[in-house]
Antibody
Framework: EVQLVESGGGLVQPGGSLRLSCAASGFRFNSYWMNWVRQAPGKGLEWVAYIKRDGTETNYVDSVKGRFRISRDNARNSLYLQMNSLRAEDTAVYYC???????????WGQGILVTVSS | QSVLTQPPSTSGTPGQKVTMSCSGS????????VCWYQQFPGTAPKLLIY???ERPSGVPDRFSGSKSGTSASLAISGLRSEDEADYYC???????????FGGGTELTVL
């Protein structure tokens, strides 16, 4: 059974940093692109970042470029999102998701809440 | 402002067929497959349709997708109360080099 479990969320002040982790199990982790998708309270889904199978290529939504960094450790079946210079508008539930074809997110974690507030 | 445009809400009665739209452009829907996701409050989204009209195993055939030009549609036939949820379309955008989502359509079953 595919499992994705996010951790590392919480309350952080504006300008602060947070590192999210996603532990994967039940599938061949290194065979999939991985993504972070977020959802602000009461809002829709927004793709944040992707990383290809071997980690050699990444991309980000414009609003987080230069502040967020996605990475993966295929030996540990883990995905990460380092978030720096956090802003109030980064407040959201963050989901990790497998991508099995462009924009085809087959499996999702349960989500982790990140709140940026003073 | 989402790259893909969806009506914010729609409704139907049990047994009815409802259709919801997703409008994009030549750089996204016009050249790439469309996916649809179903999301209940407080839960993670679930893949409902991929490659415009394919259903993952376990998704009832009451759900169907279609695409024409730069628009796509999700149809739900034999509407049930448990279909009440938010529905999002998504596709790849060649200009942005990343996935894009619609703003979502909230389905109410009256």
């Amino acid at each position: 059974e595919v499992q994705l479990v996010e951790s590392g969320g919480g309350l952080v002040q504006p300008g602060g940093s947070l590192r999210l982790s996603c532990a994967a199990s039940g599938f061949r982790f290194n065979s999939y692109w991985m993504n972070w998708v977020r959802q602000a309270p009461g809002k829709g889904l927004e793709w944040v970042a992707y990383i290809k199978r071997d980690g050699t290529e990444t991309n980000y939504v414009d609003s987080v470029k230069g502040r967020f960094r996605i990475s993966r450790d295929n030996a540990r079946n883990s995905l990460y999102l380092q978030m720096n210079s956090l802003r109030a508008e980064d407040t959201a539930v963050y989901y990790c998701a497998t991508e099995n074809g462009l924009a085809r997110f087959d499996s999702w974690g349960q989500g982790i809440l990140v709140t940026v507030s003073s | 402002q989402s790259v893909l445009t969806q009506p914010p809400s729609t409704s139907g009665t049990p047994g009815q067929k409802v259709t919801m739209s997703c409008s994009g452009s030549s750089s996204n829907i016009g050249t790439n497959y469309v996916c649809w996701y179903q999301q209940f409050p407080g839960t993670a989204p679930k893949l409902l349709i991929y490659r415009n009209n394919e259903r993952p195993s376990g998704v009832p055939d009451r759900f169907s997708g279609s695409k024409s030009g730069t628009s796509a549609s999700l149809a739900i036939s034999g509407l049930r109360s448990e279909d009440e949820a938010d529905y999002y379309c998504a596709t790849w955008d060649d200009s942005l080099n990343g996935p894009v989502f619609g703003g979502g359509t909230e389905l109410t079953v009256l």
